[in-house]
């Protein structure tokens, strides 16, 4: 599963934006992968080493809304990640 952080601020650094994450997010970060950092399109990608979709939408939670170099974050899990596609609807 996979936790997406938007909204990160220009001014900060990959690294910043790194240790920030893996210090809110303590054991619960496998892996965080910064994108396009110092743009104002920068986001993260964190690999969370959860099993439980809703565990995702709870820490998505509390990092949304926190402040990162002077601007509020936007996270939200990816529930869907490669591991494990989308249901499909059962055929009629």
């Given at each position: 599963?996979?936790?997406?952080?938007?909204?990160?601020?220009?001014?900060?650094?990959?690294?910043?934006?790194?240790?920030?994450?893996?210090h809110?997010?303590?054991?619960?970060?496998?892996?965080v992968?910064?994108?396009?950092?110092?743009?104002?399109?920068?986001?993260?990608?964190?690999?969370?080493d959860?099993?439980v979709?809703?565990?995702?939408?709870?820490?998505?939670?509390?990092?949304h809304?926190?402040?990162?170099g002077?601007?509020?974050l936007?996270?939200?899990?990816?529930?869907f990640?490669?591991?494990?596609?989308p249901?499909q609807?059962?055929?009629?």
């Amino acid at each position: 599963m996979n936790l997406i952080v938007r909204n990160i601020a220009p001014s900060c650094t990959e690294q910043e934006v790194r240790e920030f994450l893996k210090h809110e997010l303590g054991h619960y970060a496998r892996n965080v992968e910064v994108v396009d950092a110092g743009t104002p399109g920068a986001y993260a990608t964190v690999e969370l080493d959860a099993q439980v979709p809703y565990v995702g939408e709870v820490i998505a939670r509390q990092i949304h809304g926190k402040h990162l170099g002077g601007m509020a974050l936007e996270a939200s899990a990816d529930l869907f990640t490669d591991d494990s596609p989308p249901a499909q609807p059962p055929a009629h």
